[in-house]
């Protein structure tokens, strides 16, 4: 079992940049798929970016590609999301979250077994 924890999220102005960390301890996230996902206030949750669990292959939604990128640092035990342009339509509370059966790259909520508290990310225009 895994236990996660991210950090990064503030207040940033549109076409800032932001850093997030989603922060492992338990087991090493390189036995996982991982995912980051956001919701926004009213909005369901949705799906950002996906990392395999090789590292080798990314995937992202339509909305965040060429803007965001997906890591993991295998040393530190912990996963990335570098946020770049971002515009206020990104504003929501972000989660990290890791798939213990699934081993490419997983875009359903309902695939992960383990997630974050989510830390919150709001983009002024």
């Known amino acids: 079992q895994v236990q996660l924890v991210e950090s990064g999220g503030g207040l940033v102005q549109a076409g800032g940049s932001l850093r997030l960390s989603c922060a492992a301890s338990g087991r090493s996230l390189s036995s996982y798929a991982m995912g980051w996902f956001r919701q926004a206030p009213g909005k369901e949750r949705e799906f950002v970016a996906a990392l395999s669990r090789s590292g080798r292959s990314t995937r992202y939604a339509d909305s965040v590609k060429d803007r965001f990128t997906i890591s993991r640092d295998n040393a530190r035990n912990t996963m990335a999301l570098q946020m770049n342009s971002l515009k206020p339509e990104d504003t929501a509370v972000y989660y990290c979250?890791?798939?213990?059966?699934?081993?490419?790259?997983?875009?359903?909520?309902?695939?992960?077994?383990?997630w974050g508290q989510g830390t919150q990310v709001t983009v002024s225009s």
């Open positions: 979250a890791a798939s213990e059966v699934g081993s490419y790259l997983i875009v359903r909520i309902s695939e992960y077994d383990y």
